[in-house]
């Protein structure tokens, strides 16, 4: 076999072990992802219960890093204390051994029954569990299908004079091997497919003991290299506490277990009696220790990691996002969660527009700030919809789609009244004060009252957009019937007043225009939460317009 071809064949099997792990993990998350972060979130209140946790979320995951994006989420937004993220964080890593334990052992005949029984499962309702666990019986599949290529593969390169030569310099310098294996890691995103990949080069003799064992290190480290570097919240130092935290613990894993590599390489061998074994027992035996030893210093761990990323000032820009933190896109709930959470920070700034052209009704002109904040409207609305069209779509289950969609049309629809606020509205209301003392008697309090009522309807979208309340969708939509009758009232008296002569044509075409625009952004608000629950409860038509028969 040429060196090309062993070199296709490895990438190959290294892929197909990588997309199973995905498919296992999505499949997961599809099926079980609401409740594995309620799990989360009910253990998060004891290190033990949190450690525990970790390890049973990651073992059903396959990814340290999925778990450690939810618990590093639920840190960033106060939901939990540091002391059980970072015990999430250290179970979390005990997870990955017991999947490469599981993974270890020769079961490569149940890859094909595990690929035809997720194959008849995946062909079952697309919404239904069963579908789901069939995708992630599929990956698990693929998976020991992948694992059993890689020895093959492996195999002839026991003989191979260059490659043992390549890696003979190699294992004479520990620290290379580390640096090697976490390099190799972070672009693989995998630990579990790398200490397996470092498993099957010890079982061949392809590598020495002590440098199975460096590579091991560096593949722990690089599991916890990655967050650090491609994770979001650089700019939220409460975000990077709990990735940061865990490589530093592995970073003392690291340095206490380097110099004794010779010991446990001599000790492992002999124990384990094959160097595959001996691989998979440090594995587990390095999380293992670490686990031990800072579980019972995690409350000045944590206090520690607060000194260093004190908490940041609130922000002075009102359009910069504070909870899209980039690295919990790959968790879709926590995404998604973060998303809703950032739309109501837009129903804020449109009613600070609002409240800023209430006041500007009959004044000479509008507040000062009132073109930065629609501004920082669209800033910020336009941030959210970015995040969310980045957003892995092969891992939301149908309800997440739904969800996205109603964000989507929330941010869109709140952006826009935003827009007709300021730059229709403000200057029409502005435009009063040139009729003087007549304004009050014209219609200037009616106006007012009007915003009022707007406004509370603004903080009704902003709380249907969370409740999803059909009671509460019903009683918006009806709103704009009433505003509707409002405008066609202040039209018939517009109309009389002008033909007996009572009304100056500019002065009352200006209070209607006002009127038309407060109907257009409640328009905006209705579409924004109230038609979205509506359409899903079937209590929406598809057109007011009658049809040719009617």
């Given at each position: 076999m040429s060196f090309t071809t062993v070199v296709i064949s490895l990438a190959g099997a290294i892929a197909l072990l990588l997309w199973g792990m995905r498919m296992v993990q999505?499949?997961?998350?599809?099926?079980?992802?609401?409740?594995?972060?309620?799990?989360?979130?009910?253990?998060?209140?004891?290190?033990?219960k949190a450690l525990l946790a970790g390890l049973g979320v990651t073992a059903a995951l396959q990814s340290s890093t999925a778990t450690g994006l939810m618990v590093a989420g639920f840190a960033a937004g106060g939901v939990v204390e540091l002391v059980p993220a970072l015990a999430v964080m250290l179970g979390a890593n005990l997870g990955t051994t017991l999947v490469v334990q599981v993974l270890s052992f020769d079961i490569a005949l149940l890859s094909p029954l595990l690929i035809l029984l997720g194959f008849l499962m995946f062909r079952r309702d697309p919404a239904s569990v069963v579908h789901d666990l069939g995708r992630s019986a599929i990956g698990l599949g693929l998976m020991l299908l992948a694992l059993h290529q890689l020895m093959a593969v492996m195999?002839?390169?026991?003989?191979?004079?260059?490659?043992?030569e390549l890696l003979r310099i190699i294992s004479t310098v520990p620290l290379l091997d580390v640096l090697l294996a976490a390099a190799l890691t972070w672009a693989t995103h995998s630990s579990v497919a790398v200490v397996l990949l470092i498993m099957s080069l010890a079982?061949?003799?392809?590598?020495?003991?002590?440098?199975?064992?460096?590579?091991?290190?560096?593949?722990?480290?690089g599991s916890a290299v990655n967050p650090v570097v491609e994770g979001g919240g650089r700019d939220d130092p409460a975000a990077r506490r709990v990735p940061l935290g865990n490589l530093l613990n592995r970073l003392v894993g690291l340095a206490l277990a380097l110099p004794l590599l010779p010991w446990i390489a001599g000790w492992l061998t002999v124990g384990a009696g094959e160097p595959g074994l001996a691989v998979v027992w440090f594995h587990v035996g390095f999380n293992l220790v670490l686990a031990l030893l800072f579980l019972p210093l995690l409350s000045p761990y944590a206090r520690l990691l607060r000194r260093w990323l004190p908490d940041r000032p609130a922000a002075a820009d009102p359009g910069r996002p504070l909870y899209l933190d980039e690295a919990t896109r790959r968790v879709p709930g926590l995404a998604l969660g973060a998303a809703?959470?950032?739309?109501?920070?837009?129903?804020?700034?449109?009613?600070?527009?609002?409240?800023?052209?209430?006041?500007?009704?009959?004044?000479?002109?509008?507040?000062?700030?009132?073109?930065?904040?629609?501004?920082?409207?669209?800033?910020?609305?336009?941030?959210?919809?970015a995040y969310l069209a980045a957003l892995d779509t092969e891992s939301l289950d149908e309800a997440d789609h739904r969800r996205m969609r109603e964000i989507i049309t929330f941010v869109t629809q709140l952006d826009q009244a935003g827009g007709v606020a300021r730059r229709i509205l403000l200057p029409h209301a502005a435009a009063l004060w040139k009729e003087g003392p007549s304004a009050e008697s014209g219609g200037i309090g009616d106006l007012r009252a009007l915003l009022v009522r707007l406004?509370?309807?603004?903080?009704?979208?902003?709380?249907?957009?969370?409740?999803?309340?059909?009671?509460?969708?019903?009683?918006?939509?009806?709103e704009k019937t009433v505003f509707r009758q409002m405008e066609s009232a202040a039209t018939r008296v517009y109309l009389d007043r002008l033909r007996h002569g009572a009304e100056a044509a500019d002065a009352g075409a200006l209070r209607l225009d006002l009127?038309?625009?407060?109907?257009?952004?409640?328009?905006?608000?209705?579409?924004?939460?109230?038609?979205?629950?509506?359409?899903?409860?079937?209590?929406?038509?598809p057109s007011r317009v009658a049809g040719k028969g009617a």
């Open positions: 999505t499949g997961v998350q599809r099926a079980f992802g609401p409740r594995l972060r309620i799990l989360l979130g009910r253990a998060l209140n004891n290190r033990v195999a002839p390169l026991e003989s191979a004079p260059a490659l043992r079982q061949h003799g392809i590598v020495p003991p002590e440098t199975a064992l460096a590579l091991v290190l560096g593949a722990n480290l809703a959470r950032e739309a109501l920070r837009l129903a804020d700034l449109l009613e600070e527009l609002l409240a800023a052209a209430q006041q500007t009704l009959g004044a000479r002109r509008a507040p000062p700030g009132c073109k930065a904040l629609e501004e920082a409207l669209g800033r910020l609305a336009g941030a959210i919809r406004r509370a309807n603004l903080r009704t979208a902003a709380a249907l957009f969370m409740t999803e309340d059909p009671r509460a969708a019903h009683l918006l939509a009806e009127l038309r625009d407060i109907k257009r952004i409640n328009s905006h608000l209705v579409a924004a939460a109230a038609y979205p629950v509506l359409e899903r409860a079937g209590a929406l038509l």
